[in-house]
C-alpha cells in the first residue's frame, strides 16, 4: 500500500527515543484511575496487588524457598503483563508525542504586527491574537495564526504542517486565500485576517491530536470494550466459584486445595489480556498511521468510519486523471486545409497560460506553425469567460474563436455561416471517446474544424478500482463533463459510476441518496461550496489547500492535497478494524492451551493416591508439562510474553490485502484463529522446558 | 456401537432435516398472517380471542412494550398457576383424594415452597419437577395448572424469536410485531394441530388417556401394585413438541404410559426437534435468505451429532470395571444390551436412550427415557455440556433460536472485523447496544448456574431449619466425590437452561432446593429475554445496510465453523473448570476402578 508519490515523515516506531519514553509511561500509566479504563488490565492489577501482599507475608510468614520462588516469579510476571499492556500502549503514542514536540517547538513565541482601530500597527504576542484582528505578515515572517488573506499575493513554505518543502501560493479571494499559523511567507507580503480564536488554531488542534490528549473511545472499540470486560466477569465468575468447588471435592483429599497464586493465575490467562492490552495501541496506532501519510484525522471515528466507507465519491480532474486536458487531434471541417486550423488554434491559444492552451500551442507545431511572439498593437486576446464559454482572439478584422461546441456553433450561426453535418458528427465522435471536443471558428470561413483535448487517466487507477471491487467498494467520480464524455472516462477508468455535470446539489443529493441506501460514502473536496457535502459524507477529506470553510466541515484534513489519498485512507481504516478482529479472535483462541496447563496443574493432587504422585487430572497435561508450579508459570509468562510479541502487529496494523470479504475470512481466521488455538501450545511447551533448565521451577 | 445403532440415529435426523422446511414455510405463513391450509377453520377462533380480550390485533409494539406484555402474561399466569396448585385439593376432578385427609399413603403434601417451584419451573418452559406427578397432582392441576403452561410457554418462546427476528429486517421502524397476536396464532395455529395427531398417535400405541382412579390389583407374586391413570396422551404430545419436558409420571418418557414403544420413542424425539428445526428455515424464509437459516441449522446439526456418537460411543462401552465379572459386556446388535444398560430400559436400548439424552438436553427439553444419573460419566458430560452450551443446539422452542442468534451475533462481532468492517449481522450493524445485550445474556447464564451451584456445594444448615435439613446442603445428594457434585451441577444448569431434566440423586423437594432453584429458572428464563429483545429493539430502530462482497458471509462453510467454535469457547471454555470437577475426573477415576 505504500505509494511513491506519499513522503512519509518516516520516523521508525522502533526509534530509541521513543522505546525510552515509553518505558517510562509504562510505569507513569500503572496509576489506578487511568488504568480503570481498561477492565482487563484493571483486574490484573487487582490480581498483581493481591498476590504481591500475599508473597510478602508469606515471606513473614518463613515460607519454603522453594514455594516462595514461584510465588515470587508469579507476583513478577503479573506486574510484568500490565507493565507490557501500558508500554504497548505508550509505544503507539510516542510517534505521536515526537511529533507533538517538534510542532510545539515551532509553536514558540512569534510576533505579529497588528492593526489598530486608528489605522496605526501594533506588535503583539501571536498568542494573543482574538479572532477578527487583521495582521500585516511580510516575507520571511511566520504568520501567526489562522486566517483568511484579505489583501496580497505571496508565496508561503508551508513545510511546518505538511513537511512538503515547496512553496505554494496564497492570495485573496477565492479557494487559495486560507492561510495556517506557523506558516511562513518567503516572498512578498500577505494581509490577514484572523478567523481562530487562541488555542484553536489549527496547529493548536494538531498537537492535540497527535498527542492523542483528548482521544475518545470510536464506537467500536466502546463495543470491543464491552465484549472485554464481558468475558473478563465470565471468566471471573468460573474462577472464583472454582474456591468453594475445591472445598466441595478436597474434602476427602488429604492433599491442600489450590490457593490462591494459582486461582489468579488461571484468571489473568484466562481473561483476554492479549487484545485488553492493546486495544487502545492499535485505535492509537491506525490514527498514527494515517498521519503518517500526511492525512490530519479529527477523531479516531473518522477512521473507523474509512474502513466501512461503501462508496467513494472521486473528483475526477487531480484523482482519476491527470488533471490536465491535452489536444491530441486537430478534426477539420469539410474544405479547410489543416494547416489553417493549426494556425488558428495556436493563435487563440497563444495567451492561454491553461496546460490545455498550452499543449494546443505544442501540438500546432506538429503542423510546422511555430510559436511566435504577438505585440501587435491589433491583436486583442479575448479571455475564456464561464458564461460565454468562448475565448479567441482578434488579430486585425480576423475574429478567431475556440471553445465549447454549442457556443461556437451559435456564434457561426450568429455571423452566418452553416454548420457542417460532418463536423457534427466529429464532435459527437470526440465526446463519445471521453474527450473534450473545442471548436474553432471565424468571421471569415465560419467553422474551421475542432480540436479534441483527451483527459489522460493516471497509470494504476484501473487495477486500484478493481482492487476496491473486489473489497466491495464502489467507486462514483465526480466531474463537471458531460454525460458523454463522463461516460467514456469512466470506462476508460474502470470506475463503477459517475456523475456528469456535477453541481454541489446534486452532488449533495448523490451522497444522501447513497446514505438512504444505507451505505457509506467518503469523498474529498476543497472549495467552500464542498463544505455541505464534506459535513454530510461519513467520511469528508478536505484539502489543505482548500477554504477554511472546508476544513471545518471534513472529518479529515489531506496536509498534501492529493485527492487521491482517500483510497490510502480507507485502506487504512479497514487494516484498523481487520488488526483488532485478529487479535481478538487470537485472544480468546488462545484460551483452549492455557486451561491444559493450569487446570491439571492445580487439580493434579485431587484424588491422588499419596502426596508424591498425580492425581488423575494430572492426564489434562497434553503438553507433558514438568510440574504443576513450572505449567502455571509458563502459562502466565506466555500470557504476558504475548502482547510484548504482538506490538509490532498491534503498531504496523495486520498485513492488508485488497480481496473480497470471504476470502479475507478465510486467510485472517486461519492465521489468527486456528493459529492462535495452535500458537500457546508450543511456546507454553518452551517456556516450561526453560524454567526447569534455569532452576526457576521443579522438575516434577 | 452397532451399525444399526448409528443408522438408527442418522434416520431420525434425517427426518428431521425433512420435515424442517416445510414446516418452517407453514409457519412463516401463520406469523405473517397469511392464509394456511387450518384457516377457514381456525380464522374464526382467533378472531373470537382477540374481540373477547379485547385485542387490537393490527398494533405494532416496540421492543419495551412486547416485553412488559410477555412479563406480565408470564407474571399473572405464574400467579393463577400458584393458587391453584395451593388449592388443588379442594377443587374437583382429585378421584385420590390428594391433599385430603383420606388421600393414600404414598401422597405428597404441595407446600408452598413446591407450588412456588412449580408454577415458576412451567411458566418458564423448564419443567423441573421437585415431585412426583402421579403422588402429588390432582388431574385438574396437571391439565389446568400445567398443560396450559406447556402450551403457551412454548408458543411464548417462539413469539419471541420471531420479534428477534423482525428487529433485523426491518428498517428503521422499531416496532418487533404484536404479542398478543404472536402468542395466538403460535397456540392456535402450530402447537395445537400438530399436537392433535400426535396425541392420537400415541394413544394408538397404548399411551393412557382417562380420568379414572388409580387402579389397585394383586400381582402374580401377590403383592399388591397401583397403577395410576391419567389424561397422559394429550399432555404427552405437547410436553414433547413444546420442549417442556414435564412428565405427567415421575418416571416421565420411560414410563411405558407415556412412551411405550420405540415407535413411540422416535415420534416424541421428533416432536422435540422439529419446532427449533423448522424455526431456522422460518428465520431464513423471514431475512429473504434461507442460506442464513440453513446456516445456523448445519450448527445444530453438527453439534448435535458429535454430542450424540460421543454419548452412544461411551455408552456402548459401559463400565470397563465390570469387565472382569462376565457382566453380558458387549454390546448386541440391535443395541438393547450390553454396554451400560444401567438406568436405560430394555425396549429402547443403548443407542435410543442415549440419542433420547442427547436430544432432550440439546433442546430445552428435559423429558428422559433413561435415567441421567446412571450414564457413564463421558455420557453424563455431554448432557451437562449441552445444557451449559445455553440449549442454542436446537434448543427450546423458540427459545433455542435467538439464543443461536445471540451467539451468531458475538460471533460476527468477534471476528466480523477480521474482513476490515464494522461487524454486521443480516444487514444491521453490531454495536455497543448489541454486544451489551448479548454479554449480559451469557453472562446472566454463567452467573445462576456457578453462583448457585457454588453456594449449595459450600452451605451449612443449622438444626431444625426450615430450609433444608441439618447439615451440609450437599447431603441432599445420594453420591458423594464428583458424582455428586455433577448431580448438583446438573441441577442448576438444567434450571437456568430451562431444561428441567434431572441428572437425578438430588432430593430437590426441600424449600432451599426449590427456591433457589425456582430463581435460577427465573434467571434463566426472564433476565435472558429482556437483553435479547432489548437487542431486538435496538436493531429494530437500526437502518438496514445492504450486502456487497465486502460483507462478512454468514452463510458460508466458514460461518458454520467459527459459529461453532464460539458456541463451543464462550460455552464450554466457562464451565471447563467446573466439569472437571465432575465428570472428566469421574471418568478418570472409573478407569482407575474408583466408582461413586
Known sequence: MTNENIKKQSKSIYDKKIINRALIDAFIKLNPKTLFKNPVMFVVLIGSIITTIMFFENIIKGNKFENLLFQF??????????????????????????????????????????????????SVLASSLKKGDIVLVKANETIPSDGEVIEGVASVNESAITGESAPVIRESGGDRSAVTGGTTVLSDWLRIKISVDPGQTFIDRMINLVEGANRQKTPNEIALDILLAGLTIVFLLAVA????????????????APDLFSLISLLVCLIPTTIGGLLSAI??????????????????????????????????????????????????????????????????????????????????????????????????????????????????????????????????????????HELEREVTRIAQSGGTPLVVADNISGLLGAIYLKDVVKGGMKERFAQLRSMGIRTIMITGDNPLTAAAIASEAGVDDFLAQATPENKMELIKHEQTGGRLVAMTGDGTNDAPALAQADVGVAMNTGTQAAKEAGNMIDLDSNP????????????????????????????????????????????????????????????????????????????????????????????????DAKSLLQRNFLIYGVGGLVAPFPGIWIIDQILVILHLAPVN | MTFLGICQIFFFISLILLIAQPLGLYIYNVLEGNNTLFSGILRPSEMLIYRLANIDFCEEMNWLKYTQCVIAFSLVSMLLTYLLLMFQNLLPLNPMHFGLSDAPVYASKMTPDLAFNTAISFTTNTNWQSYAGETTMTYLSQMLALAFHNFVSAATGIAIAIAVIRGFIVNRVGTIGNFWTDLTRITIYILLPICIPIALLLVSQGVIQNLNPYLTFTTLDNHNQTLPFGLVASQEAIKNLGTNGGGFFNANSAHPFENPTPLTNLLEMLSIFIIPAALTYTFGKMVKDTRQGVALLTVMTVIFLIGTLVTYHFEAKGNPNFKPYNINYATSQLGDSGGNMEGKELRFGIANSSLFAVVTTDSSCGAVNCLHDCLTPMGG???????????????????????????????????????????????????????????????????????????????????????????????????????????????????????????????????????????????????????VLAMAGSLSKKKLVPASIGTFPTYSYLFVILLISVILIVGALTFFPALCLGPIIEEFLMRQGKLF
Open chain 1, 283 to 420: 485505535g492509537i496506532a491506525g490514527m498514527d498511521r494515517v498521519l503518517q501519510y500526511n492525512v490530519l484525522a479529527t477523531s479516531g471515528k473518522a477512521v473507523e468510519a474509512a474502513g466501512d466507507v461503501d462508496t467513494l465519491l472521486l473528483d475526477k480532474t487531480g484523482t482519476i486523471t491527470l488533471g490536465n486536458r491535452q489536444a491530441v487531434e486537430f478534426v477539420v471541417a469539410p474544405k479547410i486545409a489543416i494547416q489553417d486550423l493549426a494556425d488558428a488554434a495556436q493563435l487563440s491559444s497563444l495567451s492561454d497560460e491553461t496546460p490545455e492552451g498550452r499543449s494546443i500551442v505544442i501540438y500546432a507545431k506538429n503542423y510546422g506553425i511555430r510559436e511566435r511572439e504577438l505585440s501587435d498593437k491589433d491583436v486583442t486576446f479575448i479571455p475564456f469567460s464561464a458564461q460565454t464559454r468562448i475565448s479567441g482572439v482578434n488579430i486585425n478584422n480576423r475574429e478567431i474563436r475556440k471553445g465549447a461546441t454549442d457556443s461556437i456553433f451559435n456564434y457561426a450561426k450568429h455571423n452566418g455561416f452553416t454548420v457542417p
Open chain 1, 73 to 122: 516469579q508469579i507476583t513478577i510476571w503479573l506486574w510484568f503483563t500490565v507493565l507490557f499492556a501500558n508500554f504497548a500502549e505508550a509505544m503507539a503514542e510516542g510517534r505521536g508525542k515526537a511529533q507533538a514536540d517538534t510542532l510545539k517547538k515551532n509553536k514558540q513565541a512569534t510576533m505579529a504586527t497588528r492593526e489598530t482601530v486608528r489605522g496605526t500597527s501594533e
Open chain 2, 381 to 531: 458430560l455431554i448432557t451437562l455440556l449441552n445444557i451449559e452450551l445455553g440449549e442454542v443446539v436446537f434448543g427450546g422452542t423458540g427459545s433455542g433460536l435467538y439464543g443461536i442468534i445471540v451467539f451468531a451475533v458475538l460471533s460476527v462481532f468477534i471476528a466480523g472485523l477480521m474482513v476490515g468492517r464494522t461487524p454486521e449481522y443480516l444487514g444491521k450493524k453490531i454495536e455497543k447496544k448489541e454486544v451489551k445485550m448479548a454479554m449480559l445474556f451469557i453472562l446472566v447464564a454463567a452467573f445462576s448456574i456457578l453462583v448457585f451451584t457454588a453456594i449449595a456445594s459450600v452451605i451449612n444448615f443449622p438444626k431444625d431449619s426450615f430450609w433444608n435439613s441439618f447439615g451440609s446442603g450437599t447431603n441432599n445428594l445420594n453420591n458423594v466425590g464428583p458424582h455428586g457434585f455433577s448431580e448438583l451441577l446438573y441441577a442448576f444448569s438444567s434450571c437456568t437452561g430451562n431444561n428441567g431434566s434431572a441428572f437425578a440423586g438430588l432430593s430437590a423437594n426441600t424449600p432451599f432446593y426449590n427456591i433457589l432453584l425456582g430463581i435460577a429458572m427465573f434467571l434463566g428464563r426472564f433476565f435472558m429475554i429482556i437483553p
Open chain 1, 564 to 659: 487521491t489519498k482517500l483510497i490510502e485512507v480507507v485502506e487504512i481504516g479497514k487494516q484498523l478494524l481487520m488488526t483488532r478482529g485478529a487479535l481478538t479472535t487470537f485472544s480468546i483462541a488462545n484460551d483452549v492451551a492455557k486451561y491444559f496447563a493450569i487446570l491439571p496443574a492445580m487439580f493434579g493432587s485431587l484424588y491422588a493416591l499419596n502426596a508424591n504422585t498425580h492425581g488423575p487430572l494430572w492426564a489434562l497435561n497434553i503438553m507433558g508439562l514438568h510440574s504443576a508450579q513450572s505449567a502455571i508459570l509458563a502459562a502466565v509468562i506466555f500470557n504476558a510474553l504475548i502482547i510484548i510479541v504482538l506490538i509490532p502487529l498491534a503498531l504496523k496494523g495486520v498485513t492488508y490485502r485488497a480481496m
Open chain 1, 241 to 256: 466459584t472454582l474456591y468453594p468447588f475445591s472445598i466441595y471435592s478436597y474434602q476427602s483429599c488429604p492433599n491442600k
